[in-house]
């Protein structure tokens, strides 16, 4: 059974870190492109940041470009974004998703609350 766990959200003032971490389970994590989505109120899923298996090639929303970085440990099946310099328009469910190859994300976790305070 594949699982793909969140974890690392909390509330935070605008200016804060906060690093989020997705931990795999149930699939060959080194060989799976992993991504970040979130969702704010009232507002559809919007991609984040991305990073495939093998090469490590990584790919970020401009919106978030120069204050995120998304990283991934295969030695711990976990991906990690670290978002620095918050804003309130971060405020959102951050969800990690994985994919074998192309086309849509296959898995996806509960998603983890970020609130980020003015």
């Known amino acids: 059974q594949v699982q793909l766990v969140e974890s690392g959200g909390g509330m935070v003032q605008a200016g804060d870190y906060l690093r989020l971490s997705c931990t795999a389970s149930g699939l060959p994590f080194t060989q799976y492109n992993m991504a970040w989505f979130r969702q704010a109120p009232g507002k559809e899923r919007e991609f984040v940041a991305a990073i495939r298996s093998g090469s490590g090639v990584t790919d970020y929303a401009d919106s978030v470009k120069g204050r995120f970085t998304i990283a991934r440990d295969n030695t711990k099946n976990t991906m990690y974004l670290h978002m620095r310099s918050l804003k309130p328009a971060d405020t959102a469910v951050y969800f990690c998703?994985?994919?074998?190859?192309?086309?849509?994300?296959?898995?996806w976790g509960q998603g983890t609350q970020v609130t980020v305070s003015s």
């Open positions: 998703a994985g994919k074998y190859g192309m086309g849509r994300y296959d898995y």
